[in-house]
Protein backbone atom coordinates (compact mmCIF):
# COMPACT_ATOMS: atom_id res chain seq x y z
CA UNK A 1 0.00 0.00 0.00
CA UNK A 2 1.17 3.66 -1.06
CA UNK A 3 2.51 5.61 2.17
CA UNK A 4 0.76 8.38 2.79
CA UNK A 5 1.98 11.77 2.92
CA UNK A 6 -0.08 15.07 4.80
CA UNK A 7 1.09 18.49 3.07
CA UNK A 8 0.08 20.94 4.81
CA UNK A 9 0.50 24.64 3.81
CA UNK A 10 -2.11 27.53 2.92
CA UNK A 11 -0.91 28.43 -0.51
CA UNK A 12 -2.61 26.23 -3.08
CA UNK A 13 0.41 26.44 -5.21
CA UNK A 14 2.84 24.64 -3.00
CA UNK A 15 -0.23 21.74 -2.16
CA UNK A 16 -0.44 21.31 -6.03
CA UNK A 17 3.24 21.13 -6.43
CA UNK A 18 3.79 19.16 -3.12
CA UNK A 19 0.66 16.99 -4.23
CA UNK A 20 2.39 16.47 -7.98
CA UNK A 21 5.61 15.66 -6.53
CA UNK A 22 4.24 12.73 -3.98
CA UNK A 23 1.68 11.34 -6.70
CA UNK A 24 4.64 10.70 -9.39
CA UNK A 25 6.73 9.40 -6.92
CA UNK A 26 4.09 6.44 -5.68
CA UNK A 27 3.17 8.18 -2.72
CA UNK A 28 -0.47 9.09 -1.07
CA UNK A 29 -1.01 12.65 -0.95
CA UNK A 30 -3.38 14.07 1.69
CA UNK A 31 -3.85 18.19 2.14
CA UNK A 32 -4.62 21.01 4.55
CA UNK A 33 -4.59 24.33 5.01
CA UNK A 34 -3.33 25.15 8.35
CA UNK A 35 -2.24 23.56 11.57
CA UNK A 36 -5.73 22.88 12.97
CA UNK A 37 -6.84 21.41 9.87
CA UNK A 38 -3.65 19.11 9.62
CA UNK A 39 -4.36 18.04 13.41
CA UNK A 40 -7.66 16.95 12.13
CA UNK A 41 -6.36 14.76 9.61
CA UNK A 42 -3.29 13.42 10.97
CA UNK A 43 -5.45 12.30 14.00
CA UNK A 44 -7.94 10.54 11.14
CA UNK A 45 -5.27 9.36 8.81
CA UNK A 46 -2.40 8.60 10.74
CA UNK A 47 0.16 9.51 7.52
CA UNK A 48 3.37 8.38 7.19
CA UNK A 49 4.81 11.65 6.83
CA UNK A 50 4.19 15.46 7.37
CA UNK A 51 5.27 17.94 5.22
CA UNK A 52 4.46 21.21 6.72
CA UNK A 53 5.04 24.92 5.96
CA UNK A 54 5.40 27.69 9.49
CA UNK A 55 3.29 30.72 7.99
CA UNK A 56 -0.18 29.71 8.11
CA UNK A 57 -3.44 31.61 9.33
CA UNK A 58 -5.37 30.20 12.09
CA UNK A 59 -2.73 27.95 13.50
CA UNK A 60 0.87 27.95 12.25
CA UNK A 61 3.49 25.20 11.70
CA UNK A 62 4.91 25.94 15.01
CA UNK A 63 2.20 24.98 16.88
CA UNK A 64 1.28 21.97 14.86
CA UNK A 65 4.78 20.56 15.19
CA UNK A 66 4.85 21.16 18.81
CA UNK A 67 1.53 19.29 19.65
CA UNK A 68 2.38 16.57 17.32
CA UNK A 69 6.18 15.86 19.05
CA UNK A 70 4.77 16.39 22.46
CA UNK A 71 1.87 13.74 21.94
CA UNK A 72 2.78 10.44 22.56
CA UNK A 73 0.42 8.38 20.09
CA UNK A 74 1.81 11.01 17.10
CA UNK A 75 5.59 12.01 17.94
CA UNK A 76 6.63 8.96 15.73
CA UNK A 77 5.05 10.75 12.36
CA UNK A 78 8.36 12.04 10.75
CA UNK A 79 8.27 15.92 9.87
CA UNK A 80 9.79 17.82 6.66
CA UNK A 81 9.16 21.78 6.96
CA UNK A 82 9.01 23.39 3.76
CA UNK A 83 8.83 27.08 4.54
CA UNK A 84 10.30 30.32 3.87
CA UNK A 85 10.78 30.91 7.34
CA UNK A 86 14.56 30.16 8.45
CA UNK A 87 15.64 27.01 9.94
CA UNK A 88 16.95 28.73 12.99
CA UNK A 89 13.89 30.87 13.70
CA UNK A 90 12.23 27.59 14.04
CA UNK A 91 14.44 26.11 16.03
CA UNK A 92 15.12 29.16 18.29
CA UNK A 93 10.86 29.58 18.54
CA UNK A 94 10.93 25.90 19.68
CA UNK A 95 13.75 26.71 22.46
CA UNK A 96 11.80 29.77 23.73
CA UNK A 97 8.31 28.00 24.28
CA UNK A 98 10.34 25.21 26.12
CA UNK A 99 11.80 27.81 28.16
CA UNK A 100 8.49 29.26 28.91
CA UNK A 101 7.86 26.01 30.51
CA UNK A 102 7.00 23.63 27.33
CA UNK A 103 7.92 20.00 27.10
CA UNK A 104 11.13 19.70 24.77
CA UNK A 105 10.70 18.40 21.49
CA UNK A 106 13.37 17.22 19.02
CA UNK A 107 14.48 18.85 15.68
CA UNK A 108 12.35 17.33 12.81
CA UNK A 109 13.90 15.08 10.51
CA UNK A 110 14.24 17.56 7.23
CA UNK A 111 14.37 21.20 6.79
CA UNK A 112 13.64 22.89 3.36
CA UNK A 113 13.97 26.72 2.31
CA UNK A 114 11.55 27.40 0.07
CA UNK A 115 11.28 27.49 -2.78
CA UNK A 116 12.71 24.06 -3.40
CA UNK A 117 13.26 21.98 -6.49
CA UNK A 118 11.10 18.95 -7.22
CA UNK A 119 13.59 16.53 -7.00
CA UNK A 120 15.02 17.57 -3.89
CA UNK A 121 11.66 17.40 -2.13
CA UNK A 122 11.17 13.35 -3.96
CA UNK A 123 14.52 12.83 -2.53
CA UNK A 124 14.01 13.98 0.79
CA UNK A 125 10.61 12.13 0.93
CA UNK A 126 12.21 9.07 0.02
CA UNK A 127 15.48 9.32 2.72
CA UNK A 128 12.60 10.08 5.72
CA UNK A 129 10.28 7.21 4.32
CA UNK A 130 11.53 5.23 1.81
CA UNK B 1 -11.71 40.61 28.33
CA UNK B 2 -8.16 39.45 27.43
CA UNK B 3 -6.33 40.34 24.29
CA UNK B 4 -4.74 37.17 23.01
CA UNK B 5 -4.30 37.40 19.19
CA UNK B 6 -4.20 40.55 17.32
CA UNK B 7 -4.89 41.08 13.86
CA UNK B 8 -2.34 43.15 12.57
CA UNK B 9 -3.80 45.01 8.84
CA UNK B 10 -0.86 47.35 7.33
CA UNK B 11 -0.01 48.64 4.03
CA UNK B 12 3.76 48.28 4.82
CA UNK B 13 4.53 52.32 4.16
CA UNK B 14 2.29 53.12 7.34
CA UNK B 15 2.38 50.27 9.24
CA UNK B 16 5.40 49.07 9.63
CA UNK B 17 7.19 46.52 11.97
CA UNK B 18 7.96 49.50 14.56
CA UNK B 19 4.18 49.77 15.17
CA UNK B 20 3.77 46.27 15.51
CA UNK B 21 6.59 46.65 18.40
CA UNK B 22 5.54 49.34 20.28
CA UNK B 23 2.01 47.50 21.02
CA UNK B 24 4.05 44.25 21.81
CA UNK B 25 3.69 45.06 25.64
CA UNK B 26 0.35 43.84 25.67
CA UNK B 27 2.30 40.35 25.69
CA UNK B 28 2.74 41.57 29.81
CA UNK B 29 -1.24 41.01 29.55
CA UNK B 30 -1.94 38.04 27.44
CA UNK B 31 -0.99 39.01 23.78
CA UNK B 32 0.91 35.33 22.44
CA UNK B 33 -0.48 35.23 18.49
CA UNK B 34 -0.41 38.29 16.11
CA UNK B 35 -1.43 37.54 12.43
CA UNK B 36 -0.46 39.68 10.11
CA UNK B 37 -2.82 40.80 7.07
CA UNK B 38 -2.21 42.49 3.71
CA UNK B 39 -4.92 43.62 1.37
CA UNK B 40 -3.96 43.91 -2.24
CA UNK B 41 -6.91 46.27 -3.53
CA UNK B 42 -8.71 44.76 -6.05
CA UNK B 43 -8.38 48.14 -8.73
CA UNK B 44 -4.39 47.62 -8.60
CA UNK B 45 -4.72 44.65 -10.45
CA UNK B 46 -8.34 44.32 -11.92
CA UNK B 47 -9.07 43.58 -15.65
CA UNK B 48 -7.51 46.30 -17.85
CA UNK B 49 -8.51 47.36 -21.51
CA UNK B 50 -5.79 45.01 -23.96
CA UNK B 51 -4.23 44.10 -20.82
CA UNK B 52 -6.36 41.70 -19.08
CA UNK B 53 -6.29 40.80 -15.28
CA UNK B 54 -2.51 41.85 -14.12
CA UNK B 55 -1.42 38.19 -13.03
CA UNK B 56 1.97 39.47 -12.66
CA UNK B 57 1.86 42.73 -10.84
CA UNK B 58 -0.38 40.40 -8.00
CA UNK B 59 2.19 37.77 -7.66
CA UNK B 60 4.80 41.21 -7.22
CA UNK B 61 2.53 42.82 -4.70
CA UNK B 62 2.08 39.12 -3.04
CA UNK B 63 5.76 38.04 -2.88
CA UNK B 64 6.55 41.14 -1.60
CA UNK B 65 4.69 41.21 1.44
CA UNK B 66 5.23 37.77 2.02
CA UNK B 67 9.22 38.42 2.17
CA UNK B 68 8.02 41.62 4.44
CA UNK B 69 5.57 39.14 6.41
CA UNK B 70 8.44 36.23 6.85
CA UNK B 71 10.99 38.71 8.48
CA UNK B 72 8.40 40.11 11.43
CA UNK B 73 7.07 36.29 11.73
CA UNK B 74 11.20 35.39 12.30
CA UNK B 75 11.50 37.62 15.11
CA UNK B 76 8.16 37.24 16.87
CA UNK B 77 8.96 32.99 16.13
CA UNK B 78 12.04 33.93 18.12
CA UNK B 79 10.20 35.27 20.98
CA UNK B 80 7.82 32.34 21.58
CA UNK B 81 5.18 33.53 19.84
CA UNK B 82 2.18 32.49 17.08
CA UNK B 83 2.36 34.58 13.75
CA UNK B 84 -0.14 33.74 11.10
CA UNK B 85 -0.19 35.65 7.98
CA UNK B 86 -3.11 36.81 5.79
CA UNK B 87 -1.94 37.92 1.66
CA UNK B 88 -5.32 38.39 -0.43
CA UNK B 89 -6.82 39.92 -3.36
CA UNK B 90 -9.99 42.02 -2.46
CA UNK B 91 -11.99 45.02 -0.33
CA UNK B 92 -10.05 45.93 2.32
CA UNK B 93 -13.25 46.30 4.60
CA UNK B 94 -14.83 42.89 4.13
CA UNK B 95 -11.21 40.86 4.20
CA UNK B 96 -10.55 42.95 7.26
CA UNK B 97 -13.71 41.57 9.17
CA UNK B 98 -13.16 38.13 7.41
CA UNK B 99 -10.17 37.00 8.93
CA UNK B 100 -10.74 38.99 11.94
CA UNK B 101 -13.79 36.85 12.69
CA UNK B 102 -12.05 33.40 11.48
CA UNK B 103 -9.26 34.29 13.30
CA UNK B 104 -10.92 34.78 16.31
CA UNK B 105 -8.80 37.94 16.79
CA UNK B 106 -9.31 40.18 19.95
CA UNK B 107 -8.35 43.52 18.30
CA UNK B 108 -7.84 44.19 15.12
CA UNK B 109 -4.76 47.57 14.13
CA UNK B 110 -5.22 49.51 11.66
CA UNK B 111 -3.74 52.93 10.46
CA UNK B 112 -5.31 55.95 9.84
CA UNK B 113 -7.99 56.29 6.95
CA UNK B 114 -6.14 57.97 3.78
CA UNK B 115 -9.31 59.17 1.68
CA UNK B 116 -9.86 62.59 1.21
CA UNK B 117 -13.30 64.53 2.41
CA UNK B 118 -15.17 63.81 -0.47
CA UNK B 119 -13.71 60.30 -1.03
CA UNK B 120 -14.86 60.03 2.45
CA UNK B 121 -18.41 61.47 2.15
CA UNK B 122 -19.33 59.20 -0.51
CA UNK B 123 -17.50 56.32 -0.23
CA UNK B 124 -16.68 56.41 3.70
CA UNK B 125 -13.35 56.03 5.15
CA UNK B 126 -12.21 52.14 5.35
CA UNK B 127 -11.79 52.82 8.84
CA UNK B 128 -15.12 53.99 9.32
CA UNK B 129 -16.86 51.19 7.73
CA UNK B 130 -13.71 48.71 9.61
CA UNK B 131 -15.29 50.35 13.12
CA UNK B 132 -19.08 50.19 12.12
CA UNK B 133 -18.61 46.17 11.08
CA UNK B 134 -16.09 44.72 13.58
CA UNK B 135 -17.62 42.92 16.31
CA UNK B 136 -14.25 43.15 18.19
CA UNK B 137 -12.54 46.52 19.58
CA UNK B 138 -10.38 48.08 16.82
CA UNK B 139 -7.35 50.34 17.13
CA UNK B 140 -6.57 53.26 14.47
CA UNK B 141 -2.41 53.82 14.66
CA UNK B 142 -1.54 57.48 13.65
CA UNK B 143 2.02 56.20 13.28
CA UNK B 144 2.40 57.91 9.64
CA UNK B 145 1.35 61.40 11.03
CA UNK B 146 3.91 63.94 11.50
CA UNK B 147 2.59 65.82 14.20
CA UNK B 148 1.72 62.85 15.83
CA UNK B 149 3.54 62.01 19.44
CA UNK B 150 6.14 59.13 19.27
CA UNK B 151 4.67 56.87 21.99
CA UNK B 152 7.08 53.75 22.74
CA UNK B 153 4.17 51.97 24.22
CA UNK B 154 0.40 53.03 23.65
CA UNK B 155 -1.41 51.11 25.88
CA UNK B 156 0.51 52.89 29.00
CA UNK B 157 -1.60 55.53 30.06
CA UNK B 158 -5.15 55.08 27.82
CA UNK B 159 -7.40 58.05 28.52
CA UNK B 160 -11.42 56.50 28.35
CA UNK B 161 -13.91 58.76 27.36
CA UNK B 162 -17.24 58.03 28.62
CA UNK B 163 -20.36 58.96 27.58
CA UNK B 164 -22.40 55.97 29.60
CA UNK B 165 -23.59 54.12 26.02
CA UNK B 166 -23.20 50.64 26.89
CA UNK B 167 -20.09 50.49 24.54
CA UNK B 168 -17.90 52.68 26.51
CA UNK B 169 -19.13 51.03 29.97
CA UNK B 170 -17.85 47.91 28.01
CA UNK B 171 -14.40 49.93 27.60
CA UNK B 172 -14.09 49.56 31.28
CA UNK B 173 -13.94 45.75 31.25
CA UNK B 174 -11.94 46.12 28.35
CA UNK B 175 -8.92 47.95 30.13
CA UNK B 176 -9.43 45.96 33.21
CA UNK B 177 -8.12 43.16 31.11
CA UNK B 178 -4.85 44.96 30.65
CA UNK B 179 -3.96 45.68 34.21
CA UNK B 180 -0.67 44.55 33.42
CA UNK B 181 0.20 47.01 30.72
CA UNK B 182 -1.45 50.03 31.32
CA UNK B 183 0.05 52.17 34.28
CA UNK B 184 -2.32 54.66 34.70
CA UNK B 185 -5.92 55.71 33.23
CA UNK B 186 -7.61 58.89 33.05
CA UNK B 187 -10.57 58.72 32.91
CA UNK B 188 -13.24 61.48 31.41
CA UNK B 189 -16.79 62.52 30.78
CA UNK B 190 -17.42 65.59 28.46
CA UNK B 191 -20.31 67.81 29.47
CA UNK B 192 -21.67 69.59 26.14
CA UNK B 193 -22.46 73.28 26.54
CA UNK B 194 -25.97 72.37 24.92
CA UNK B 195 -26.49 70.15 28.15
CA UNK B 196 -26.02 72.89 30.47
CA UNK B 197 -28.22 75.72 28.70
CA UNK B 198 -31.03 77.34 30.65
CA UNK B 199 -29.91 75.68 33.98
CA UNK B 200 -29.20 77.41 37.16
CA UNK B 201 -25.45 77.67 38.95
CA UNK B 202 -26.66 75.36 41.25
CA UNK B 203 -27.63 72.57 38.42
CA UNK B 204 -24.70 73.00 37.25
CA UNK B 205 -22.67 72.05 39.75
CA UNK B 206 -25.29 69.30 40.89
CA UNK B 207 -24.48 68.06 37.43
CA UNK B 208 -20.81 68.23 37.86
CA UNK B 209 -20.75 66.56 40.93
CA UNK B 210 -23.20 63.49 39.86
CA UNK B 211 -20.98 63.02 36.92
CA UNK B 212 -17.39 62.85 39.17
CA UNK B 213 -19.51 60.64 41.31
CA UNK B 214 -19.99 58.45 38.57
CA UNK B 215 -16.64 58.42 37.17
CA UNK B 216 -15.74 57.98 40.93
CA UNK B 217 -16.82 54.67 40.84
CA UNK B 218 -15.50 54.12 37.80
CA UNK B 219 -11.71 54.68 39.18
CA UNK B 220 -13.14 52.79 42.53
CA UNK B 221 -13.60 49.55 40.08
CA UNK B 222 -10.34 49.94 38.01
CA UNK B 223 -8.12 50.41 41.70
CA UNK B 224 -9.74 47.39 42.67
CA UNK B 225 -8.08 45.41 40.11
CA UNK B 226 -4.90 47.25 41.50
CA UNK B 227 -4.62 49.58 38.51
CA UNK B 228 -4.23 53.66 39.09
CA UNK B 229 -7.20 55.26 37.94
CA UNK B 230 -8.15 59.30 38.13
CA UNK B 231 -10.92 61.38 36.60
CA UNK B 232 -11.63 64.75 35.05
CA UNK B 233 -14.65 66.15 33.87
CA UNK B 234 -14.55 68.57 30.82
CA UNK B 235 -17.26 70.93 28.99
CA UNK B 236 -17.48 71.89 25.53
CA UNK B 237 -17.54 70.07 22.08
CA UNK B 238 -16.52 66.57 22.90
CA UNK B 239 -14.15 66.10 20.29
CA UNK B 240 -11.76 68.74 21.05
CA UNK B 241 -12.10 68.84 24.70
CA UNK B 242 -11.39 64.82 24.58
CA UNK B 243 -8.20 66.12 22.60
CA UNK B 244 -7.19 68.65 25.21
CA UNK B 245 -7.90 66.47 27.86
CA UNK B 246 -5.35 64.01 26.23
CA UNK B 247 -2.71 66.24 25.86
CA UNK B 248 -3.08 67.45 29.39
CA UNK B 249 -3.14 63.79 31.15
CA UNK B 250 -0.27 63.08 28.48
CA UNK B 251 -1.85 60.27 27.78
CA UNK B 252 -0.73 57.50 24.97
CA UNK B 253 -3.68 56.77 23.42
CA UNK B 254 -7.57 57.57 23.76
CA UNK B 255 -10.36 54.77 24.29
CA UNK B 256 -14.03 54.83 22.98
CA UNK B 257 -17.23 53.07 23.09
CA UNK B 258 -17.81 52.86 19.42
CA UNK B 259 -21.57 53.91 18.45
CA UNK B 260 -24.26 52.04 16.64
CA UNK B 261 -25.15 54.59 13.87
CA UNK B 262 -26.57 53.65 10.80
CA UNK B 263 -24.27 54.57 7.59
CA UNK B 264 -25.86 57.17 6.55
CA UNK B 265 -26.20 59.04 9.82
CA UNK B 266 -22.69 58.71 10.35
CA UNK B 267 -21.94 59.86 6.92
CA UNK B 268 -23.91 62.83 6.79
CA UNK B 269 -23.78 63.96 10.95
CA UNK B 270 -20.83 62.38 11.61
CA UNK B 271 -20.15 60.36 15.22
CA UNK B 272 -17.67 61.35 17.86
CA UNK B 273 -15.50 58.05 18.23
CA UNK B 274 -15.08 58.29 14.11
CA UNK B 275 -13.98 61.76 14.35
CA UNK B 276 -11.37 61.22 16.94
CA UNK B 277 -10.78 57.55 15.43
CA UNK B 278 -9.82 59.78 11.87
CA UNK B 279 -8.37 63.10 13.14
CA UNK B 280 -7.11 62.86 15.99
CA UNK B 281 -2.92 62.81 16.50
CA UNK B 282 -3.49 60.29 19.35
CA UNK B 283 -3.98 56.15 18.59
CA UNK B 284 -7.68 55.50 19.16
CA UNK B 285 -9.26 52.46 20.35
CA UNK B 286 -12.52 51.84 19.96
CA UNK B 287 -14.60 49.61 21.88
CA UNK B 288 -18.04 48.31 19.44
CA UNK B 289 -21.58 47.52 21.45
CA UNK B 290 -22.25 44.28 22.46
CA UNK B 291 -23.24 42.28 19.62
CA UNK B 292 -27.10 41.68 19.39
Known sequence: ?130 | MEIQKLLFVTKFEQMGFDALQSILDLRNAALNHVVFMYVIEREDVAMKRGIGYQKGQEIRLRETANIRFIDWAENLFEQGMEVGVYIVVGSLVPEVIKAAQKEESDLIVIGRPHKGVLEQLYSGSDVAEVLRRAAKPVLVFKHDLEKAPAFEKPFNRPLLAIDWSPASLKAIEYLKGLKDVAREINVIHVVSQGDLEGFSTMDVQETRKQTRQKLDDICDNFKSEGMNARHHVYVGDPVEEIEKAARECQASMIVLGSSAKTVWVERWIGSIPRTIAEKSIYPTLLIPPEQK
Open chain 1, 1 to 130: MAKKVLVVDDDPDVRLFSVTVMEENGYTPLEATNGEEGMKIIKKEMPDLLILDILMPRESGIRLYRNLKTSESLKHIPVIVLSGIAEKSFLRSQKVLTEFGGEPVPEPEAYLEKPVKAEVLADMIKKVIG
